[in-house]
């Protein structure tokens, strides 16, 4: 259900969300945050600190690897390996030298087994005790993701289709063992050596491309903007610690592009990017997130809900077809990196 921040931090722009429980109450405070910010707080997940600290010390050692190591596995048609600074262009209308950033992209997940069918660098295998990381949070980031899918099902009333029950209609679609665009990405963003304009911006504007988004960041690190659309201009985002000693702290999740299809635009893919706030020189800062993608196949036609239904939406289209959730990928991969992007 829906809190509210501690007295001493009534600037944060989003609200925060406890899914310790699955009821109405908590789906209904999870649809009003999802369509009118498009981005809120979950709590009451199951990470704890020590794990996403973990995680953290993870995808620092990676980035900390010679680049001649990293560049031999660089990012594939599949979304899958290392990104070099300058190579992804999230807003190419006012980037021309790509983003300064670096990124590792882990895809081909089987949700099952948490295990991914992609090559992974051999530095994942020289300790056992890092692949073992990777699946374990994979699988939860999974279930993190159906149980906030399930709640949104729950507000939404969607209704019973082929004698499956409304509120496993995303769950039909996230068929564990089957190809999807789901990637588990670790961030690093070198800290900027001046101070311009362009040089702060260190992830241009835009839309996730997925359903739902998980955002993991770290205490002192902040970074992220959200263009708001309550307020209608920039909102930086700060962390939010844990009222809770062993859990990790709030989780920042962000509806993308294919839920916002699904529900004919109810729910908002916001635009947001990362710009190095006022005295953060000198100061690295790295991230990790979960993108969410239901199977390939699936049809990114309005679910069946009457609130839905209401709003006449149609699904994004080409030729008269509505598109699947690999097509809307492959073209939002092409534009961010200059480049066909094949389907699988």
């Not at 310790?20 to 999802?34: D, F």
């Not at 600074?85 to 807003?91: I, V």
């Not at 051999?122 to 699946?135: A, G, K, T």
């Amino acid at each position: 259900m829906l809190t509210s921040p501690p007295t001493a931090m009534k600037n944060i722009p989003l609200d925060i969300v406890d899914i310790s429980e699955i009821n109405k109450p908590t789906a209904l405070a999870l649809l009003e945050a999802a369509k009118t910010q498009g981005f809120l707080f979950v709590k009451g997940h199951s990470f704890s600190k020590d794990e996403l600290d973990t995680t953290f010390k993870l995808a620092e050692s990676f980035f900390k690897l010679p680049y001649e190591y990293k560049s031999k596995h660089e990012i594939d048609e599949f979304n899958h390996g290392y990104t070099a600074s300058g190579m992804e262009t999230l807003d190419p209308g006012t980037s021309k030298k790509g983003d300064p950033k670096e990124a590792f992209n882990i895809g081909g997940f089987d949700f099952v087994s948490g295990e991914t069918k992609k090559h992974l660098p051999d530095w994942f295998d020289q300790d056992p005790s890092r692949r073992r990381h990777i699946s374990t949070l994979a699988k939860k980031m999974y279930a993190t993701t159906l149980r906030l899918l399930k709640l949104l099902a729950i507000a939404l009333e969607i209704e019973p289709e082929d004698s499956v029950d409304g509120s496993k209609w995303f769950e039909s679609r996230y068929d564990a063992s089957q190809e999807s665009g789901s990637t588990l990405r670790f961030l690093h963003y070198p800290s900027p050596n001046d101070d311009s304009p362009e040089v702060k911006i260190r992830a241009g504007a835009h839309t996730d491309y997925g359903s739902m988004t998980l955002l993991f960041q770290q205490e002192n690190q902040e970074g992220l903007e959200i263009y708001s659309p309550v307020t209608k201009k920039w909102e930086a985002v700060p962390y939010v610690g844990s009222d809770n000693e062993a859990e990790g702290a709030p989780i920042i999740v962000n509806i993308g592009d294919q839920l916002s299809f699904w529900t004919a635009g109810l729910l908002k893919s916001t635009i947001h990017r990362v710009k190095f706030p006022e005295g953060t020189r000198n100061k690295d800062r790295y991230s990790v997130v979960f993108f969410s993608h239901p199977n390939d196949a699936t049809e990114l036609c309005p679910v069946p809900s009457p609130i839905i239904r209401a709003r006449n939406g149609r699904g994004p289209q080409k030729a008269g077809k509505v598109l699947t959730a690999r097509e809307h990928l492959n073209h939002r991969l092409a534009v961010a990196y200059g480049k066909a992007v094949e389907s699988t």
